[in-house]
């Protein structure tokens, strides 16, 4: 199948030719002549030039994380194509419709990006290698076998003849693809496994508009929007007369529960906005608080009948049984995404009944199914383009509530695009927020200190139940109890008790969903060490398997942190294990705290496996990340809710670490081979265990709620 | 109507004169590199240079920049890139990259003034927020930065 460039080259050069003044996109589309008739389609992920340029179509969404370049070298090293000619662009969510689905999932969380794609994306790129060798083969009239492929050419040895990828594409293009192919080992790749340079980073260092907020279009207007600060409310009364007056105002939108002002630039628009005079029906949430929150999960936690998550051995009987019995209750806050780009979402209902829409999204089949939706039209007359996202943390993936409202405020003004961007205020009071959560812990220990029972309860509100209300097994939100039903240390009786209990706040994936028990069962494993007098490393290790990954991760990260070993005076370690996501984690944290109780993390030691390292480099990068996204969840961040809304209203009272504040982050990766983990959330999960466990061992203080901003570390 | 000179061209505006200069930059000028995070001079994503200095546009009226000399990223270079956002690519800074554009604007005005800074000199001069966690990487990239010779190709900067 011989196809020209997308329309998304063409957009994305058009954009990138302005250099300054006049960004603008151009439209209509005139014709492809100038980059080459010519090009070919060689299956769904390759286009190949007739210059040998290589575009590999990416289908999940690049937020930061580099999947957008992982990917593509994945898809390359199969295609044993030249690195040097390979660029990327995101398949389009409309063509994916129309084609069947034929990108697989274009869904962008859980740290999923490569793990879940890798295969069909690795069959897609040794599919079309063994094409172009056909394709070789039959110009030669020699049998396919006598040819192979390297770096872009194809090559037949026996009478010294090569012919390159350009030259073959569009004969392949016509070929059936094989029945099947073989996969490279991963010992010899050679475009994989490598710390390439991610391919969307020089666009960004320029500065060049790749982001949602950064669309411009001819006659394009500007929204800024206000919803009702009680999740849930709608709209009695609007008085727009003074807005309609404002400078640069085209319309005021009033819908159920917000209202937008659209204005020829965002300023403006939003400056009319606080001249809207808004009267709201908060419905029976106006009086929510962090108390009534606190006081519907104590009631879970009290409720006698909750489903288990787990039931091993008899868990009450061992409790009653055993030599030491050991309970302590943690709690966690809600917390925002607070994602650098605010939400946003352009839409332009087109003169022809076609809508076209450019977001920030996790999950571009899913913005195309609520544009639709919102629309009222069927999924083949929208077009999302999928633009860069400034940061994601699975804020843009189940929600698309953003591309609701953008395709509905465009909607009042057919023919028109129109940029919906929300204001930091709104987008820290409208996030679907990581759940607040109680858990209680009750371990009985054997006369030798070692763990023989655990019973948790758990009371969270339930992000299934808000965005994947089909995924609930039996009331328990797998979400809600990981880290306790999946528990890799050997403890005969288990029981996990979960308390589905959603408040009107709504709740969503934030980064590595459920870490909150990572925290949790971490930090009362070092008590219950503590409690046992053993050291934290030999206690773990008592409780894992011989053959357990964890282990392999644990002994990597204690002798690389050098578990043991003298610290400089006023350094102190704490450890934590976690696995998640596909991958293996293990920990070492070193904190200092000052006398007035000042916290520094000096240095994070991690030891991940991940079984599989695509991109090392970048690897290394997910774990910084990690570590600074998390660090601010334990250090300042919360989310607290009064009179039914959140308090919190933007960076200054929503605190994000700064530069000065960063530790310094070793990574280790060792992978083992034989799976597929993830990268893009594994570091968080056991970090603020490490933390606390660290913060533990210089002041004797154990944190069983954070964040640390809630707790006085002076000494005494 | 105001007059600016925005990467060293003068232009005409006829915006309010209390509209913040980031508005002017992204949506009357279409510069869009220059970002939105918080509209309150907390987050630094919205860094400009006005003569030589890091400065928040999004609380600069943009009456404010007249008769002084703007520079964003779009103008960073002359041509090609700044040595500064070579660096970012060599040391693979960014991540999501929306904050990296102000973060290099600050990047910029610390190495004119300190040309070879110190660790607190940058805790003092880069307090732009990012959420990603490219700041270790912001750090390993200025120091590289400030073992270079400077060549007379810094641009409008």
């Known amino acids: 199948m011989s196809t020209s460039p997308s329309r998304r080259d063409f957009l994305k050069a058009s954009a990138a030719l302005g250099g300054g003044f006049a960004l603008e996109f151009s439209f209509p589309l005139a014709s492809w002549a100038a980059d080459g008739a010519s090009a070919a389609e060689v299956n769904a992920w390759i286009v190949i030039h007739p210059d040998d340029r290589v575009v590999i179509r990416i289908a999940r969404s ?17 295609l044993d194509c030249d690195w040097a000619m390979v660029s990327a662009e995101f398949a389009s969510p409309n063509e994916h419709v129309r084609r069947q689905r034929v990108w697989g999932s274009m869904s962008t969380g859980g740290s999923m990006g490569v793990r879940s794609s890798q295969d ?54 016509r070929l059936s693809p094989p029945a099947e192919v073989k996969l490279r080992d991963a010992r010899d790749w050679k475009i994989a496994g490598r710390s390439l340079a991610r391919l969307d980073i020089p666009d960004k260092v320029l500065g060049k508009p790749v982001f949602g907020v950064d669309v411009m279009l001819p006659g394009m207007l500007h929204a800024s929007i206000a919803q009702c600060p009680v999740f849930g409310g709608t709209i009695t009364r609007i008085d727009a007369s003074a807005a309609e007056a404002m400078r640069g105002v085209s319309k005021v939108v009033r819908e159920e529960s917000f209202v937008a002002v659209v204005a020829d630039s965002w300023w403006r628009a939003n400056e009319a906005l606080k001249k809207v005079v808004i009267e709201w029906d908060t419905g029976s949430h106006g009086d929510a608080s962090n108390e009534t929150i606190t006081a519907m999960l104590r009631a879970g936690l009290a409720d006698p009948d909750l489903p288990q998550a787990r039931t091993l051995g008899n868990t009450g009987a061992a409790l009653a049984n055993a030599a030491q019995v050991i309970e302590a209750e943690y709690q966690s806050p809600y917390l925002n995404h607070a994602t650098m780009e605010p939400q946003t979402c352009t839409a332009w209902f087109r003169p022809d009944g076609f809508l076209e829409v450019w977001t920030s999204t996790q999950n571009g089949e899913a913005s195309m199914a609520a544009a639709a939706a919102a629309a009222g039209l069927p999924l083949e007359q929208v077009e999302v383009h999928k633009m860069m996202l400034g940061g994601g943390f699975g804020r843009r993936g189940g929600p698309q509530d953003f591309v609701t409202q953008g395709v509905t405020i465009a909607r009042a003004l057919p023919g028109v695009p129109v940029k919906l961007m929300w204001s930091r205020e709104e987008d820290m009071q409208h996030g679907f927020y990581r759940p607040a959560s109680i858990v209680t812990m009750k371990a009985g220990l054997d006369a030798q200190g070692k763990l023989v029972a655990l019973h948790t309860r758990i009371a969270c509100p339930s992000i299934l139940k808000v965005l994947m209300p089909g995924a609930l097994k039996g009331g328990i939100d797998f979400t809600a109890v990981r880290a306790f039903n999946d528990m890799p240390y050997v403890v005969a009786n288990q029981q996990v008790d979960y308390a589905l209990r959603n408040g009107h706040v709504p709740v969503g994936f934030w980064r590595a969903p459920g870490q909150q028990n990572s925290f949790y069962r ?20 008592a409780l894992l398997k011989p053959d357990d990954k964890n282990r392999l991760v644990l002994e990597a990260v204690a002798k690389a942190a050098a578990w043991g070993a003298p610290l400089p005076q006023g350094v102190y370690r704490g450890l934590a294990i976690a696995d998640g996501f596909g991958s293996f984690t293990a920990m070492v944290a070193e904190v200092s705290v000052g006398a007035q109780g000042q916290l520094r993390v000096q240095r994070i030691v991690v030891a991940i496996d991940s079984g599989y390292v695509v991109n090392p480099d970048n690897c290394r990068a997910q774990a910084e990340s990690n570590v600074v996204y998390g660090l601010g969840s334990i250090l300042y961040q919360a989310n607290n809710v009064k009179d039914g809304r959140i308090v919190e209203s933007n960076f200054h009272n929503f605190r994000i670490p700064r530069l000065h504040e960063m530790p310094k982050v070793e990574t280790v990766l060792v992978p083992s081979g034989g799976f597929w983990g993830g990268h893009g959330e594994p570091a968080i999960l056991p970090l603020a265990a490490a933390v606390c466990n660290a913060i533990s061992a210089a002041t004797g203080k154990r944190i069983r709620s954070l964040p640390l901003a809630r707790h006085d570390l002076r000494a005494g | 109507m105001l007059q600016l000179t925005v990467n060293g061209r003068a232009v005409a505006i006829d915006v309010e004169p209390e509209m913040p200069l980031l508005w002017a930059l992204r949506d009357h000028l279409k510069l869009s590199g220059t970002k939105y995070g918080c509209g309150i001079s907390v987050c630094g994503s919205c860094t400009v240079l006005i003569d030589g200095e890091p400065v928040r546009s999004c609380v600069l009226p943009v009456s404010d920049a007249v008769g002084r000399n703007v520079v964003t990223i779009e103008g960073l270079a002359r041509d090609g890139m700044h040595r500064v956002q070579k660096a970012w690519i060599e040391h693979q800074v960014p991540q999501c990259g929306y904050c990296q554009t102000g973060m290099m604007m600050a990047a910029v005005a610390l190495l004119a003034k300190h040309p070879q800074p110190t660790d607190v000199q940058i805790d003092a001069a880069m307090t732009n927020l990012c959420r990603c966690g490219t700041y270790a990487r912001v750090r390993t990239a200025i120091h590289a930065l400030a073992k270079q010779p400077v060549g007379k190709t810094a641009g409008h900067a």
Not at chain 1, 63 to 71: I, N
Not at chain 1, 121 to 148: H, N
């Open chain 1, 62 to 78: 690049e937020m930061g994380q580099g999947t957008y370049t992982a990917l593509a070298q994945l898809v390359a090293e199969e």
């Open chain 1, 120 to 173: 069909y994306v690795r069959r897609a790129g040794a599919s079309a290698r063994q094409m172009l060798i056909e394709a070789a083969a039959l110009r030669w009239q020699v049998p396919a076998s006598e040819c192979r492929a390297a770096n872009g050419v194809v090559l037949h040895e026996p009478t010294d003849r090569t012919l390159r990828y350009g030259q073959l594409a569009s004969d392949a293009a």
């Open chain 1, 522 to 541: 971490e930090s009362f494993v070092d008590e219950l060490a503590a409690a046992a007098g053993q050291d934290p490393l030999a206690y773990r290790l």
